[in-house]
Structure formats: C-alpha cells, structure tokens
C-alpha cells in the first residue's frame, strides 16, 4: 500500500509538470466558462467542461503517458519487481482522477460563486456519474495505449479521437447546437452518455440508463485493453 500511495503521488506530480494536461484540464474549463459568462443557463455549459476535463485527461494523456513507459521498457522493468504494472497503470487512474477533480473542482467553483450557477441538484448522482464518466475514458485511453506503439502516436489517435468528440457529445458546446446530422453521429458516442449523466445529475432528474450504457462502456473498453495490452 506505501509502494502504491508513493507511485500514485509521482505520477500525479508528473502529470502537474505537464504544462499541457495542467492547461487544459485545470485552466482551460474555466476559461471557456468565463467566455460564455454572459450568457444564459450556464448550468448545461457546466457538466460538459466536466466531461471534457475527463475526455482530456482520459483520452489524450493517459494513453501516451502509458505509451511512453512502453517505449522506454518501464513496464517491462517493473513486471520484474514486487511493483507489478498493474500498479502502475492503477496509480496512473488515481493521479488522472486527482487532476481532473481540482480541475472540476475549479470551474464549479467559478460557475456557482463567480456566475450564479446553481449548485447540483443531486450531488451524490453527480459524484457517481463522474466517477463512471471518468472510468469510461481511462477505459477508453488503455484501448488507445494499447493498440498503438509508440508514445507520439498515442497522444495523436488521442486527440484525434478527443476533439471530434467533445464537441458533437455537448461537452464542448451543447448539443442543442449542433447540426442534425452531427447530432446523430453524437448519439452515439460514447462522451455523450456521460454529459447526459452529468447534466441531468446537476440540473435535472437523474436516470439510470446513461449510467448504465457507462458501466457497459467501461467493461468492455477494460476487457478489450486488457486482451491486447502487451508490456513491451
């Protein structure tokens, strides 16, 4: 437990150092917010910058940083060691998730004493589809990490897959204003289930089916990672 509680801190100091992944999930929610500021029910803005902070560390970062130990045969070292990888790629969720909850934790702070914003109506409903959110893009990041050799190749299919999605799953912007056929596509995508879990738990009547489609998501991005993961 100290060996796993000493490699958690580190990975989520290195990820702190990344000026990139500290930008876009801490700073950037917030910026974005402040942007749409004078606009109206900044309460559907809100859970999607919550899941775009998850999609950005989940979808981008993760799986290069995972790529990178690969290509420098960490993981290959440690599966020698009582610090199996299985450790590390669990530390590795744990510093994702600590750095997604500041940033979260940031822009909400913004939203409800900066701007008004009501704050949720359902706080339980919200930390569990944020959790399932956040596990459904780390599931997502393994796939990536595990099908791609090498560590800029990752980061690549990482934002290649990110940004189209963010913005037709209503993270960037809401889905009311995407075109029809672009709304379509989003219905399927996998960031959308967790907006709806998001907004409908801050602002809505919170219901099971996005949650559950998350949990399915996170089962089978797991297995899939888990069947084509290799250590070198």
């Given at each position: 437990?100290?060996?796993?509680?000493?490699?958690?801190?580190?990975?989520l100091r290195l990820l702190a150092r990344d000026p990139g992944s500290l930008f876009f999930m801490v700073a950037?929610?917030?910026?974005?917010?402040?942007?749409?500021?004078?606009?109206?029910?900044?309460?559907?803005?809100?859970?999607?910058?919550?899941?775009?902070?998850?999609?950005?560390?989940?979808?981008?970062?993760?799986?290069?940083?995972?790529?990178?130990?690969?290509?420098?045969?960490?993981?290959?070292?440690?599966?020698?060691?009582?610090?199996?990888?299985?450790?590390?790629?669990?530390?590795?969720?744990?510093?994702?998730?600590?750095?997604?909850?500041?940033?979260?934790?940031?822009?909400?702070?913004?939203?409800?004493?900066?701007?008004?914003?009501?704050?949720?109506?359902?706080?339980?409903?919200?930390?569990?589809?944020?959790?399932?959110?956040?596990?459904?893009?780390?599931?997502?990041?393994?796939?990536?990490?595990?099908?791609?050799?090498?560590?800029?190749?990752?980061?690549?299919?990482?934002?290649?897959?990110?940004?189209?999605?963010?913005?037709?799953?209503?993270?960037?912007?809401?889905?009311?204003?995407?075109?029809?056929?672009?709304?379509?596509?989003?219905?399927?995508?996998?960031l959308t289930h967790a907006v709806t879990a998001l907004r409908e738990s801050w602002s809505d009547v919170p219901?099971?089916?996005?949650?559950?489609?998350?949990?399915?998501?996170?089962?089978?991005?797991?297995?899939?990672?888990?069947?084509?993961?290799?250590?070198?």
């Amino acid at each position: 437990m100290k060996a796993f509680a000493h490699l958690s801190a580190t990975e989520l100091r290195l990820l702190a150092r990344d000026p990139g992944s500290l930008f876009f999930m801490v700073a950037f929610p917030s910026m974005l917010l402040m942007l749409n500021g004078g606009g109206n029910r900044l309460e559907i803005h809100l859970p999607g910058y919550l899941a775009m902070i998850l999609a950005i560390g989940g979808i981008t970062a993760l799986p290069a940083t995972l790529a990178t130990y690969r290509e420098r045969k960490v993981l290959r070292r440690l599966a020698t060691t009582p610090v199996s990888p299985f450790v590390l790629l669990t530390a590795q969720i744990v510093a994702q998730l600590s750095m997604a909850l500041a940033g979260a934790a940031i822009v909400t702070g913004v939203g409800v004493i900066g701007f008004g914003v009501d704050p949720p109506a359902h706080p339980a409903w919200l930390a569990l589809a944020f959790v399932l959110s956040a596990l459904m893009c780390y599931a997502i990041g393994f796939v990536i990490a595990a099908v791609v050799p090498r560590a800029r190749t990752a980061e690549l299919i990482g934002l290649l897959v990110m940004f189209p999605m963010i913005f037709l799953a209503g993270a960037a912007i809401p889905r009311e204003g995407v075109p029809g056929t672009m709304h379509r596509i989003g219905d399927y995508l996998p960031l959308t289930h967790a907006v709806t879990a998001l907004r409908e738990s801050w602002s809505d009547v919170p219901t099971l089916p996005p949650l559950l489609i998350l949990s399915g998501i996170i089962v089978l991005g797991t297995a899939v990672a888990a069947a084509l993961s290799r250590w070198e």
